[in-house]
């Protein structure tokens, strides 16, 4: 029964901002575990250089392009069936974050980030749903991952205010459409991560040890960590998840003593 649990063999993967970070690593793991991914980000040139450099894991495919808008959504999918007739796993990870000042906070700041971390998630999940359909079955449910943060669980000390709330609505909007999406054999969760060293994690991948002192953990995460996580969610062992965010982040979220740095 538990032989192949955490198995991807032959399923088919989109994970978005797949070109660095937290995508980055999550692509790794599922290409470990068997499975087919292809990436996608704004970056062409570093899009494409990941790929090749995660293929020596597995196949890995370059898909550039900008979801921060519908009409981004729409042309990532057509390109992706160019490719594919079915899509297994999507993971929502792409995102944005801004900080400022309360009295300085800009709206070009705020758009940008509640564009790209709600509404793009929400629009790329409606336009995948019929690629999600084609594959999924009631012993073998399609999955969407949806890549939160800690910080839509318990506020942060910086002053970014659409970030915390964009990821907030991400946790809630997962529930949602988990109650929609279910009925099409589609299993929708969310992982909620703390600390890990990236671009939009200057402080943790900066100052490490410093934020590792205000983790009840000791430490900031890991590729395995972020990985490890979604590749539970993506195969078998995940299947009767639905609507759940996990939290991965030292015992952050839920400690007296630590301080959310999502």
Known sequence: MMKNLFSLNGRVALVTGGSRGIGKM?????LEQGATVYITARKAPICDQTAEELSQYGKCISLPHDISTVDGCKALAAEFRTFETSLDIL??????????????????GWDKTMDLNVKSLFFL????????????TRECPGKVINIASIDGIKINPWE???????KAAV????RRLAARLIEDNICVSGIGP??????????????????????????????SDAAGAAVFLASRAGDYVVGDTLAVDGGVAYSSIGQAWG
């Open 26 to 30: 999550i692509t790794q793991g599922f």
């Open 171 to 174: 946790i809630h909007l997962t």
């Open 125 to 136: 999940t409606q336009e995948f749903h019929k690629d999600l359909k084609n594959a999924a």
């Open 194 to 223: 703390g600390a890990f060293a990236s671009e939009m994690n200057k402080a943790a991948k900066d100052h490490a040890d410093t934020v590792a002192s205000m983790v009840p953990a000791k430490r900031i995460g890991r590729g």
């Open 91 to 108: 993971v929502n990870n792409a995102g944005a974050a801004w900080g400022a000042p309360f009295g300085e906070y800009p709206e070009s």
């Open 160 to 166: 970014t205010y659409a970030y915390q709330a964009s």
